[in-house]
């Protein structure tokens, strides 16, 4: 029996997908039918590994370097994508990065860095992939939707984190940019959704989990008792590109083991 492809015909654009969660979303979608642009900043070797990757799956796969921090990258990024595949249906906004710092000694630039990627980023990359969807409309033999955009937040959406404000106040402004897209864009047939990954494995936290020591104090936060792996996003990531999840409009997905559930308190507090 030929494998069932949710994404076939479909073309996407990941960005920050030359390593961790990115990588593994790319790969995801590929395996599930779609061509993909495979975004990166840094790690050109790495990003053709994914797109080699891709191929074997049968898919049409590009590399692309671009900051999505820079309009002019992110537009000639989805210029690339447009001549390449024709079209765009799926934008993963995924790239994004931390610089942790205690609060008095957070820098300016820092907080810019922090801001410029995880939420401006995904702002630039979200009003491109936007403008295509508004452009071409819904083509029914593709997908019911005329686009799909799936925003990478985090379980720092909702928890608050002492050291990490700048990305925390990131992830909490994605929150609110794809629920204003979502209810924006809806009534043109465009599902704008998150996912917000708990702790995953991957390099942006290696120190959380390289050491057992680390690993085990980590494990106290997730009820569910393991770390996450990236496939557990890129599954996640699949579905909501998908038209399986074709009612699910400006939601947020948490794939974190139930680390928003106050792990805390599940022994009387
Ligand atoms: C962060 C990781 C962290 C996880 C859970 C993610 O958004 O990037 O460093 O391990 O949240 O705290």
Redesign the pocket.
């Known amino acids: 029996m030929p494998e069932f492809k949710p994404l076939a015909r479909q073309k996407a654009i990941v960005t920050g997908a030359s390593s961790g969660i990115g990588e593994s979303v790319a790969i995801a979608l590929g395996r599930a039918g779609a061509d993909v642009v495979v975004n990166y900043v840094e790690g050109e070797a790495a990003a053709n590994a994914v797109v080699d990757q891709l191929h074997q799956a049968g898919s049409k796969a590009i590399a692309h370097k671009a900051d999505v921090s820079a309009e002019n990258q992110v537009e000639e990024m989805f210029e690339r994508a447009m001549r390449e595949f024709g079209t765009i249906d799926i934008l993963v906004a995924n790239a994004g990065l ?1 610089r942790d710092c205690a609060f008095a000694e957070m820098t300016l630039e820092g907080w810019n860095k922090v801001l410029a990627v995880n939420l401006t980023g995904q702002f630039l990359c979200a009003r491109a992939a936007t403008r295509e969807f508004l452009r071409r409309g819904v083509v029914s033999s593709v997908s019911r939707a005329a686009g799909k955009i799936i925003c990478m937040s ?3 959406q909702e928890i608050p ?1 002492a050291g990490h404000a700048n ?1 925390a106040s990131s ?1 909490g402004g994605i929150k609110l940019l794809m629920e204003s897209m979502a209810q924006e864009l809806a009534p043109k047939r465009i599902r704008v959704n998150a996912i917000a ?3 995953i494995r991957t390099p ?2 290696t120190s ?1 989990w390289d050491t057992p020591e680390a690993l085990k104090s980590l494990l106290t936060l997730i009820p569910y008792g393991r770390i996450g792996l990236p496939e557990d996003i890129a599954r996640a990531a699949v579905w909501l590109a998908s038209d399986e999840s074709d009612y699910v409009v400006g939601t947020t997905l948490f794939v974190d083991g139930g ?1 928003t559930l106050f792990p805390g308190f599940s022994t009387n507090g």
């Open positions: 931390q985090s379980v720092h984190w990305y992830k990954p708990g702790a942006i936290n959380a680390m």
